[in-house]
């Protein structure tokens, strides 16, 4: 078709083929996303080749030299300091991601299953918390993880604890809990849409079939929801892997993540090379990671099947 | 609705545990309004009595107000720009089929599936090299990027099952392409589009990476929070200023949320009419 194009274009003698094609419905499509899509084009795709690029150059006080080295990947590979935060970056959005998942997985269900006709209504009150300011919430457990925070002035109250405990805020587990409240929606979505996709007849026909309610579960719902949970689990990983504000505000000097080194590199230690580098390795990082996980998970439902 | 409460009887830890979920989100959120009138400097129970204090000293801040004038300008822009760009978007998909039509959807979405820091990274590189000043136009255009696929699935949802056979009509009377747009399809479509504007608007007023990165010396609200946040003395005003900003938030949401149902049923209707 584009060929088709190419040839109307340059026909200018026969304009009823051009018209044709640019009434065509391909064209129409095509002209209709072209703004959104060359907006994307320059605003994304172009921006991250240019870091990929520079990630490959040297930084020379202001001037950059444009000679390939493999040296920034090398300092981000084996320097213990990144090592450190690549590996803790990857286990915090792991453990985030998992969590999430598993936490959000029976709210889906349950909205899937026997939300009736509020549907809507239950998934717009789990959406809500999380389009309010991410600062803001974040700021938020702070005040409740804190040392005369909510938490331990109510554990003290009760009578559970004497002392306040310091290892609720400034630590990677702090870190977990806010990240998880912030990206629970963003794992209810996802499984819910699959959840409304199974077919309830199957579930009935296992159950008819001598199933119990468990294995039923097991065997046919799971399996058809993967697509949702793998879903999830990626909009929850990828994204979290450079969170930035939440090692600031709640991890403390345990909970130090790869964006806060990344973010270093354009400010105060201005090694743009070294910052593009550090940001291509988390991609690539979490990516593998990712792609570990979603191979686990299709394999661990094939073996239950 | 008897079903439903036998089938809950055999589950009957699930509601219990979705009560508790709730509670897990809203908590921290609600949070904040109660210490942004608790008449003491730190976040602690017990409460130390009622105050409006910290809302009337937002009142004369200067630096407050001109952040909230940044983050009005910003939102408005953003909302307004990626509004546009999500319809001609939301449109091709849902009007039309063509070869590269997953490709491109794919890249416009790609901003919900990469750590916002990296993004933000990237455009200021971008940005700096090209020799630009950053101001608040450079995050209007970044926060537009961010905010198109939201619009996109909003307008999306709005304009699946809109009955194409209305506009042919239109076009077999005689109407214009962009005749047919304003006249036929703009009406039934535009409470998505309100709705897009509102939930745009509300990403846009809490965003704070690509701020953070892209706004140079003019700070919108959520820059102008983190830098109070250093100051524990100045935490029950940002409390203050939260709540305001939760407020909003929540009522424009809302107001999108009702509007988008709206415009569902909307094109259902125009589905089942003649």
Request: glycine share 6%; net charge positive.
């Amino acid at each position: 078709m584009t060929a088709t194009a190419f040839d109307a274009i340059a026909e200018t003698p026969s304009p009823a083929r051009h018209r044709a094609w640019m009434r065509s419905e391909e064209a129409r499509g095509l002209a209709m996303i072209s703004p959104t899509f060359l907006y994307a084009l320059a605003l994304l795709f172009l921006p991250v080749l240019i870091v990929i690029a520079y990630s490959f150059w040297t930084q020379d006080y202001l001037d950059i030299d444009r000679t390939f080295t493999l040296e920034n990947y090398r300092q981000a590979l084996t320097e213990p300091i990144y090592r450190d935060l690549f590996v803790r970056s990857l286990w915090i959005s792991l453990a985030v991601s998992i969590v999430t998942v598993v936490f959000s997985y029976p709210v889906a269900w349950f909205i899937s299953f026997h939300g009736g006709v509020h549907r809507n209504l239950w998934l717009f009150l789990i959406t809500v918390p999380c389009w309010t300011s991410y600062l803001l919430r974040v700021m938020s457990w702070k005040v409740i993880l804190g040392y005369g925070g909510v938490l331990n002035t109510g554990l003290i109250s009760v009578g559970l604890i004497d002392k306040p405990l310091t290892s609720l805020l400034y630590s990677s587990n702090a870190v977990v809990i806010t990240l998880v409240h912030s990206w629970a929606a963003f794992a209810v979505l996802p499984i819910y849409v699959s959840l409304q996709k199974v077919d309830r007849t199957l579930i009935e026909a296992a159950r008819d079939l001598g199933d119990s309610r468990m294995r039923a579960f097991l065997r046919v719902t799971l399996p058809l929801s993967l697509p949702g949970v793998i879903s999830a689990f990626l909009i929850v990983m990828i994204p979290t892997v450079g969170d930035y504000v939440t090692p600031r505000l709640v991890g403390g000097k345990d909970g130090v993540m790869i964006a806060t080194a990344i973010q270093a590199q354009f400010g105060k230690g201005a090694n743009w090379p070294l910052g593009a580098a550090l940001s291509v390795t988390t991609m690539v990082l979490v990516s593998l990671t990712a792609a570990a996980v979603v191979l686990a998970l299709r394999f661990a439902v094939r073996r239950i099947r | 609705m008897s079903l439903l409460t036998q089938r809950l009887r055999l589950l009957p830890f699930l509601p219990a545990y979705v009560a508790v979920y709730f509670l897990f989100l809203y908590l921290p959120i609600l949070l904040l309004p109660v210490f942004s009138f608790n008449d003491a400097v730190t976040t602690t129970f017990p409460l130390a009595g009622f105050t409006t204090k910290w809302y009337a000293s937002l009142a004369g801040n200067s630096a407050m107000l001109q952040a909230a004038r940044n983050s009005l300008v910003v939102g408005i822009c953003v909302s307004l720009l990626s509004t546009v760009l999500g319809i001609c978007a939301a449109r091709a998909i849902t009007r039309y089929r063509f070869r590269g039509q997953r490709a491109a959807s794919g890249l416009i979405m790609a901003p919900l599936f990469l750590p916002e820091i990296i993004v933000a990274v990237s455009l200021l590189m971008i940005v700096l090299a090209l020799g630009a000043e950053l101001s608040l136009v450079t995050v209007i255009l970044g926060q537009t990027m961010f905010c198109v696929p939201y619009a996109m699935s909003v307008l999306v949802s709005g304009f699946e099952g809109f009955d194409r056979s209305l506009e042919e009509a239109s076009y077999d009377l005689g109407e214009t392409a962009l005749g047919t747009f304003r006249r036929v399809t703009l009406p039934v479509v535009a409470p998505a589009i309100v709705s897009s504007l509102l939930v745009t608007f509300t990403i846009s007023l809490d965003e704070f990476i690509l701020a953070f990165f892209l706004s140079g010396t003019e700070p919108t609200l959520p820059v102008y929070i983190w830098g109070q946040l250093r100051f524990a003395a100045k935490l029950p005003g940002v409390l203050a200023l939260g709540t305001i900003m939760l407020v909003a938030s929540i009522l424009m949401l809302t107001l999108a949320e009702v509007l988008r149902r709206r415009a569902e049923r909307r094109t259902q209707m125009a589905l089942v009419l003649p």
